[in-house]
């Protein structure tokens, strides 16, 4: 137990009553995978912040070294450009897996979720860290349930264009609970909703960075469908405040976490105007194959059970990733012409 073995090296003072130097260690070793992602960067921050050492692997397939140089030099942080496909030897007290092509762009086509999964539980069974997974209200599929409860099974297409994403997350919860049943390590399993905020990527396609890349540019806001769907949407600090509960508590969920408040993409499309550009333009785009019609946590069992909720309205959090975009747009813009 990481506490116990901190305990028990803090008490080894010998007669001066100090700790030798080197041996006291604060705070957990944790390993963040694509910890240089949107999400994943926010919660090493967290992570960091608090005194713990944290190692993060990513491939940069769609995170970036920028997400964490402020870290660089830090001795309590390391940064190894790893494929989580493949198995890597490490010694650590917690696992947040986060590492997944996250957007519907880059998704496809990758194994991430089962293989990348496996290799990390094994990692946890081999050292015997507490493992965390970040699965997805996509599980739900297109929900016939409203609002999704954590113990409805979903409405998954198994062969559709998004399966690969849905049911790889499905199949990377179900091996989270083989392995906790089967091998007896610490699990949590976290189902994310929509989340927005500073340092999403710009282009991967997601509608909160299309709309808000979209308005910044001058270019029209493609709405997909009619836009009468719904998503919630959850600004980045509250998941990682649920993230970080989760795993330090004593339950494995599934928990949703998410913000119950629920937007048609017009609804958004108007708030990103509010927030921009009042004349930002739409335009109809046609929508995706098999794209769920409505989502909505409830988030009753979080509440409940891990005293979370999320505090950060969209009208709130937007602008907070809209000051972000546009220095990334801009500023990038400027160095190119410079
Ligand atoms: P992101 O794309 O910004 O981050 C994913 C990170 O994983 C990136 O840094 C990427 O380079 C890395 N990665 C991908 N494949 C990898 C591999 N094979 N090996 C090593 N690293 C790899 O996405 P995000 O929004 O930060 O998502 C983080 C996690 O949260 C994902 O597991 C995602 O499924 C989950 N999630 C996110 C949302 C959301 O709205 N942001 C919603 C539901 C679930
Ligand atoms: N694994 C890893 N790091 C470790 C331990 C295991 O990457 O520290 C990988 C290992 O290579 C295997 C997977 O995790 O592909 C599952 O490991 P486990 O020991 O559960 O299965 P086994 O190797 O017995 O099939
Ligand atoms: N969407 C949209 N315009 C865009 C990108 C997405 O209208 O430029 C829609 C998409 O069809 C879906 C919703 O926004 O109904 C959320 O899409 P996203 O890819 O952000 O997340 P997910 O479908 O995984 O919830």
């Not at 954590?150 to 264009?161: A, D, K, Q, R, S």
């Not at 001058?218 to 600004?235: H, L, N």
């Amino acid at each position: 137990d990481p506490i116990t073995r901190r305990v028990l090296i803090e008490e080894m003072p010998g007669a001066t009553g100090k700790v030798p130097q080197g041996l006291k260690r604060k705070g957990n070793r944790i390993l963040v995978t694509g910890g240089a992602g949107f999400v994943g960067s926010h919660l090493v921050d967290r992570l960091i912040g608090r005194g713990d050492s944290v190692i993060v692997i990513d491939n940069f397939f769609t995170g970036r070294k920028e997400n964490l140089m402020h870290h660089f030099g830090n001795h309590r942080f390391e940064l190894i450009r790893h494929d989580v496909v493949e198995p890597i030897l490490l010694e650590v007290d917690q696992i947040y897996h986060l590492a997944c092509p996250a957007s519907p762009v880059h998704y496809k086509f990758n194994p991430t979720n089962v293989a990348g999964t496996l290799n990390m539980l094994g990692l946890a069974k081999r050292v015997g860290a507490r493992f965390l997974l970040t699965s997805t209200s996509e599980v739900y599929g297109d929900p016939l349930q409203h609002p999704q409860v954590e113990t409805y099974w979903g409405n998954v297409n198994p062969i559709g264009v998004r399966s690969c994403y849905d049911e790889g997350k499905r199949v990377a919860e179900t091996l989270t609970m083989d392995y906790h049943r089967g091998a007896g390590i610490e699990v949590r399993i976290a189902r994310i909703f929509n989340t927005y905020g500073p340092r999403m990527c710009i282009d991967d396609g997601r509608v909160v960075s299309n709309f808000v890349a979209q308005a910044l540019r001058k270019e029209p806001m493609t709405v997909y469908g009619d836009g009468k769907q719904t998503r919630s949407f959850q600004y980045v600090s509250d998941l990682v405040e649920g993230l970080v509960r989760l795993m330090e508590s004593e339950h494995i969920g599934p928990f949703n976490l998410g913000n119950p408040g629920e937007f048609t993409m017009l609804q958004l499309a108007e708030v990103v105007q509010e927030t921009i550009d009042p004349k930002a333009r739409i335009e109809f785009k046609p929508n995706t194959e098999d794209d769920p019609h409505m989502r909505k946590p409830d988030i009753t069992k979080a509440k409940e059970q891990l005293g979370w909720e999320p505090t950060v309205s969209l009208r709130k959090g937007l602008p907070m990733m809209v000051s972000d975009f546009r220095q990334r747009i801009f500023g990038e813009q400027k160095a190119f012409s410079a």
